[in-house]
């Protein structure tokens, strides 16, 4: 039996075989849900001084406030840590710390916010229903235990998922070139490339822009508004705050002595962290070119090889050159092209060589709008990988700090949904159109 048949086949099982497949998964979901959900509870009920990131971040606008210079440690009241955001976010965040109300507070409204991205999410090709919403939530509070560490430590990474969850609400329209779709993706990639501002290492996302189902023309030019809103904000704080923005570069570099530095030889759980980690095991920890060259290809073996020869799979009918060939797929394969993007984007956001444990949250955001077209197998794997066993490594007390568990659920989950997307590009160039084949049918 050849590939395609099988892949047809796979993706279109019986009426007794899907009652019986709905039931195990439904009772799986359940069983992840309630894993998830007790975890949260179980670190609410803790009496522990969690927030440390909301009172760093309130406490450097109440100090950009009085005159002082947030970005040396000392003039921040109640913490060692340092503030990491361009000078332009000292008066942008500065309603949301007015009156401690966020820093007595945010696990409430970090919790609303997380419900929020859950809404906000695209559908691909569809209407969103109860189940896409509910699994979309499940990922987004429990992907890779992101919202957890979110939560515990108040960082503003909810923020830069809330925003990425608009932006690709944005972006993910039905390809129409009437002026208000196209006003509408301009407004996506303008966001996306904002959020991008708030931690400048992630900016690589923004090209996986260019896979969206467009002309060339429209994504180069949704390519350069997300650009300039990845710019402005930083031009904004050369301009407006050059004092500021000279101590936020001493800040970041670890050009301040005496106080905690963003670097990236911070421990992280990264591709980067694990590239060090084998050099330091060979016994050349000095090495620094070799570090970044083993990150390197760390990067294209797990991420960015398969997800090119993916893309190559996909277009190999085509004739004409590889860009023309490109271009004319995804124009022809609109639904296919807006979840390889977003396969694109969780991949560079993957790559990042300063990956925190909190910074999962938003790669479980582009995860979201995926899991809810994967297979019955493909789904419960992403479920029992990405969500409950990073759970159950949390609720058994186990250190995730520093280690690889995140990086490796999420990598597992990245080629699930890269080779679920790939068989179904092998059923969609036989004439099979899997778009409403990918989902659970019947759950």
Request: glycine content about 8%; overall charge neutral; aromatic content about 10%.
């Amino acid at each position: 039996m050849s590939d395609i048949t099988e892949t047809a086949r796979w993706t279109e099982p019986s009426a007794d075989i899907t009652g019986k497949r709905n039931v195990w998964l439904a009772s799986l979901i359940a069983l992840v849900a309630f894993l998830v959900f007790a975890n949260l509870a179980n670190d609410a009920a803790l009496d522990t001084r969690y927030g440390w990131d909301v009172r760093v971040n309130c406490a450097a606008v109440d100090a950009h406030a009085d005159g002082l210079d947030p970005y040396f440690v000392k003039n921040l009241k109640g913490t060692k840590l340092s503030y990491p955001y361009l000078p332009v976010t000292l008066d942008a965040f500065r309603p949301l710390c007015a009156g401690g109300f966020l820093v007595h507070h945010h696990r409430g409204v970090f919790l609303i916010l997380a419900m929020l991205c859950s809404l906000l999410l695209p559908g691909i090709g569809r209407t969103r229903g109860l189940r896409d919403v509910g699994l979309k939530g499940l990922t987004v509070f429990g992907a890779f235990v992101g919202f957890e560490w979110v939560l515990a430590s108040g960082n503003f990474a909810i923020l830069g998922a809330a925003l990425t969850a608009a932006a690709l609400a944005l972006l993910l329209r039905a390809t129409e070139s009437d002026d208000l779709h196209d006003i509408s993706r301009v407004a996506g990639a303008a966001l996306l490339g904002l959020v991008m501002s708030f931690k400048l290492v992630f900016c690589p996302v923004l090209a996986a822009l260019y896979f969206l189902p467009l002309p060339r023309r429209r994504k180069l030019v949704l390519t350069s508004v997300a650009g300039l809103g990845f710019a402005l904000p930083i031009l904004v704080s050369i301009v407006f705050y050059p004092n500021l923005f000279s101590s936020w570069l001493l800040a970041i570099t670890g050009g301040i002595p005496g106080q905690h530095s963003v670097q990236l030889e911070e421990i992280n759980p990264s591709l980067l962290l694990l590239a060090q980690s084998i050099v330091d095991r060979i016994g050349v920890a000095d090495s620094k070119p070799l570090v970044f060259a083993i990150y390197a290809l760390a990067a294209t073996a797990f991420v960015l090889a398969p997800l090119g020869f993916a893309l190559l799979r996909a277009i190999r009918n085509t004739t004409g050159s590889l860009p023309a060939r490109l271009d004319r797929w995804l124009i022809d394969h609109p639904q296919a092209a807006m979840r390889f993007t977003v396969l694109a984007m969780s991949g560079l956001y993957l790559c990042s060589p300063r990956l925190k444990e909190y910074a999962f949250l938003e790669l479980a955001v582009y995860f979201a709008v995926l899991i809810v077209d994967l297979p019955a197998a493909a789904l419960a794997a992403v479920l029992t990988v990405g969500i409950a066993v990073p759970t159950l490594v949390s609720i058994t007390g186990m250190s995730i700090e520093g280690s690889f568990v995140q990086v490796a659920a999420a990598l597992v989950c990245f080629w699930i949904m890269l080779w679920t997307w790939s068989s179904a590009s092998v059923v969609r160039a036989a004439g099979v159109e899997p778009a409403q084949r990918l989902r659970t049918e019947g759950f």
